[in-house]
């Protein structure tokens, strides 16, 4: 199907073309109460691993993505920004159109076999959740994990996604032979927080349980203890109401990361703080005033309160009794390293990814933006 051809409002664009070819993009719906609005974009990428730019803070090299955009439709999600690098809208179209790379597994398997690669540390859903709802359907990380485990490559992954339980075996086979890092994301355990924020994600205790099945398992698993949303999250009362549920899933580290608002994210989540707490607008605007993170003397804070919970709350190397080649992992897409070092001792080897991103709605005159 050619974008030339189609129809202006048919949700393709001129990006389409220039990032996957013109020949590759395919537009489906499906009718099941499940994907209602979303749109899918299947294109067959030529290369599925990308390299981070030299400059970038990420502490990995190598990054794999199967899908761009996320249903899981966090307000503050950081990857809002990328879709519009396809000209797709940032705010509802992050969370509804959603490119799916088809054929990852095989072209990741061809990559992986190809002489040039070192067998780098891979770190798999960074920009976006590899595990969120599309992957029910697309069924994409079997193929890539088979593929890693299959080259002996080692990798790491973060999610949301309870999905990733039905991959359990596989990622068994690839911790015997290479390393494996898996963390979950958790910033918070209040509901009425998630509700509002992270309308599409499965609950935190839902993904607690992800933690505690890997674990039962024998798969270490680290929490991405992010965001921590300042004013509405990070309460001492809160921090230790997650670190404790954090604790308690048998995590085998917490790695706090205070929210941080790019261009891209901080619009959709300046417009979402203005329509569900807009006497929090003044406080946002005074802590961001000197651009996307939160100042110094606010990260320590945090990263200290949750160091010394998870201290009293025993998670650190008493804890990590892993078998030799499962590490909790961060994501490439959770943080720069120095706003998500793990706590000190835990297990978590491998980087630490980053996403975290925003929500679509009105205007707002915030200037957040
Ligand atoms: S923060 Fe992660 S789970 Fe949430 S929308 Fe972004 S990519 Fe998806």
Redesign the pocket.
Known sequence: MRWENLAPDSGHSRADAALFGADAVTTRTFDTPEFAGITFHEVRARSVLDRVPGASRMPFEWTLNPYRG?T???V??F?RKSHGYLDLDTGVGFDSQIVVKVNAPDVLRRQLAARRWQGEHVAVGT???CY?RAEGRYRLMPGILAALRDHANPFSLLT?GTLVLRDLELLRQAAEVTDVGVSV?VGFTDTGLWRTV?P??PAPERRLEVVRTLAAHGIGCGVLMAPVIPFLGDRPEQLRATVRAIAAAGATSVTPLVLHLRPGAREWFASWLGRHHPHLVNRYERLYAEGSYAPKWYQRRITRQVHDLAREYGIGPARAELPRRLRSAGHP?AGPPDHGSPVSGSSSGAPVPR???PCPSGPTRLSLL
């Open positions: 996320c899981h439709a966090c503050y999600c990857a920009n976006v959740d969120q949301k994301s992270e599409g994600t897409g996403h975290t991103g």
